[in-house]
């Protein structure tokens, strides 16, 4: 069982809809992470949270926007995706931020979106 | 940048050794890491190993680095069908993000 919790497990979209994924863990991590996962490759980083602020943002397009309410949940807005958007998308978190020495990252299962 | 390779696909019998390689360029990783991703599900941290270490054993799995080589390898004893999995190893970047290798298929036959 994994201790960072996703939802929905599954997602089906428009290009034209909004929705959000949301990712929780109660394991008192520092930081939060969003990678995006295309089939049969390596996950990519998207955002870094670090003490609920925005650490890193590696120049995802504007249609993602993140959001960190309060240390233990993470948020992903979503609008007007594209097709190739269609992936799985992981959350992380781990004790340390970046930086901040041994940070072993602990994922969840995942969100799997599909854009229509 | 940082490259981490794997070798694609892995294939064992039961009951065998299995070991997965990795190679990366970037020596400055203070801890290199084994992740285990099974099908529809997220990454599962398998185990991690500090950089002045050489090998690191917990169980069935047993991690060996070599900095000179820039090699970091992870056999898993005695592999069971519930092995059957992609592995990713993971290297600290620039500011300590992952780095994560390409990813190494093993699939495990009776």
């Known amino acids: 069982d994994t201790e960072v919790t996703q939802t929905p497990k599954h997602l089906v979209m428009g290009m034209t809809n909004k929705k959000s994924l949301k990712c929780e863990q109660h394991m008192g991590h520092r930081a939060m992470y969003w990678y995006k996962q295309k089939a049969k490759k390596p996950p990519e980083l998207m955002f870094v949270y670090s003490y609920e602020k925005l650490s890193i943002n590696e120049s995802v397009p504007s249609r993602f926007s993140p959001e960190c309410p309060n240390s233990s949940l993470l948020n992903l807005h979503l609008h007007a995706l594209q097709p190739e958007d269609s992936a799985l998308y992981l959350c992380?978190?781990?004790?340390?931020?970046?930086?901040?020495?041994?940070?072993?990252?602990?994922f969840g299962d995942g969100t799997r979106l599909s854009i229509l | 940048g940082e490259d981490v390779e794997q070798s694609l696909f892995l294939s064992v019998r039961e009951g065998d050794s299995s070991v997965i390689n990795c190679t990366y360029t970037d020596s400055s990783s203070t801890y290199l890491y084994w992740y285990k991703q099974e099908p529809g599900a997220g990454l599962q941290l398998l185990t991690y190993i500090f950089s002045n270490m050489d090998m690191k054993q917990d169980q069935r799995l047993t991690v060996l680095l070599n900095k000179k080589d820039k090699h970091l390898s992870l056999r898993i004893a005695d592999t069971q069908t519930g092995d059957s999995a992609i592995y990713f190893c993971a290297v600290e970047g620039g500011t300590d993000k992952l780095i994560f290798g390409t990813g190494t298929r093993l699939q495990v036959f009776p």
């Open positions: 992380a978190s781990s004790h340390n931020p970046p930086g901040g020495g041994n940070q072993p990252q602990h």
